[in-house]
C-alpha cells in the first residue's frame, strides 16, 4: 500500500516527535504492508506550522531517510505537505515556497473545518489554474460536506482529487465524519485513502485495517485501487480516477 498524507516528518508540527517516533511509525506501516509514505507536514497553518519549501526543510525529509536506511526498514519516503489553505494559497504558488506529492502536478491541501464552500470553490480553482492538481484532505471532515456530501461528486467532476482519512470511517473524528466518510465510499466518489497518521500510539501509519474494511465494505479490488492503484499512479503523474469512474 502507499500512504500519501502522514506526520512522519520529524520534530516540524504536531506529528513525529523525533526520529524515534518516526522509526517506530515506519515499522508499523512496514509490518501492516505500507511501501511508500509521502511525508506531508503542516504548511502555511496556524500554531505556527509554517514549513515552507527551503533547504533546510529538504534537509530534514534527507536526515528521515538516512535514519530509515541506518535502521534497515524498507519503507521509501516522498517529499510532501499538507497546504493549510488561506487567501495567500496563489501567491505561495507562484513564489515556489510550496512541495507537491513526490514533485508531481498533485498538491494535497486542507482547509478550516467550518470553511464556506465558495471559499473551496475559489481556491481549488486557483490551484488548477495553475496547472495543479489539487488533493483535497479529508474531505469528509468539512462541515459543508457533511451538511451536503453531494459537494464531493462535484468537486471530483471538476478535477479535484479526494483522499479521505482511515480513521474518519471508524468514528474517530465523530459520528458525522464517520458518515460522510461512509457516505463517500458507497457513492464511489473518492480517489484515495490515507493515514493521515500523527503517531505510533493514536492516529497510526497502521494500513491494514483500513484495507480490509474497505475490502468488506466495498470489495477487495476497489480496496487495492484506493490504496494502492491510484496513490502509485499519484507518484508517476498519472492521472486518476474515482471508483465510480474505474468501475
Known amino acids: 500500500m502507499i500512504d500519501l498524507h502522514c506526520h512522519i516528518l520529524?520534530?516540524?508540527?504536531?506529528?513525529?516527535?523525533?526520529?524515534?517516533?518516526?522509526?517506530?511509525?515506519?515499522r508499523l506501516a512496514v509490518e501492516s504492508g505500507v511501501t511508500d509514505i509521502a511525508a506531508t507536514p503542516h504548511c502555511n497553518a496556524p500554531d505556527p506550522f509554517y514549513n515552507y519549501a527551503d533547504s533546510a526543510l529538504h534537509a530534514r525529509f534527507t536526515r528521515l531517510r538516512q535514519r530509515l536506511e541506518r535502521e534497515q526498514i524498507p519503507l521509501r519516503i516522498h517529499d510532501g505537505m499538507e497546504v493549510f489553505t488561506t487567501p495567500e494559497l496563489p501567491r505561495l504558488l507562484d513564489e515556489g515556497r510550496l512541495l507537491t506529492l513526490g514533485g508531481t502536478r498533485y498538491l494535497l491541501i486542507e482547509f478550516a473545518f467550518g470553511e464556506s464552500e465558495w471559499f473551496f470553490d475559489e481556491m481549488l480553482a486557483a490551484v488548477r489554474a495553475r496547472g495543479l492538481t489539487p488533493v483535497l484532505a479529508h474531505p469528509e471532515r468539512y462541515t459543508c460536506v457533511q451538511d451536503e456530501p453531494r459537494l464531493l461528486r462535484r468537486w471530483a467532476r471538476e478535477g479535484t482529487v479526494l483522499q479521505a482519512n482511515k480513521g474518519s470511517f471508524f468514528g474517530m473524528f465523530g459520528r458525522r465524519a464517520a458518515a460522510a466518510a461512509h457516505w463517500a465510499l458507497a457513492d464511489g466518489?473518492?480517489?484515495?485513502?490515507?493515514s493521515d497518521a500523527h503517531s505510533p500510539y493514536r492516529r497510526t501509519t497502521r494500513m491494514s485495517d483500513i484495507f480490509d474494511f474497505t475490502a468488506d465494505f466495498a470489495a477487495e479490488e476497489i480496496a487495492d485501487f484506493l490504496l494502492r492503484q491510484n496513490p502509485a499512479d499519484i507518484l508517476a503523474n498519472r492521472p486518476v480516477y474515482t471508483v465510480r469512474e474505474k468501475f
Request: proline share 4%; net charge negative; charged share 25%.
Open 10 to 26: 520529524p520534530g516540524v508540527d504536531d506529528g513525529s516527535a523525533d526520529e524515534e517516533e518516526s522509526c517506530a511509525m515506519a
Open 189 to 194: 466518489c473518492l480517489h484515495l485513502i490515507a
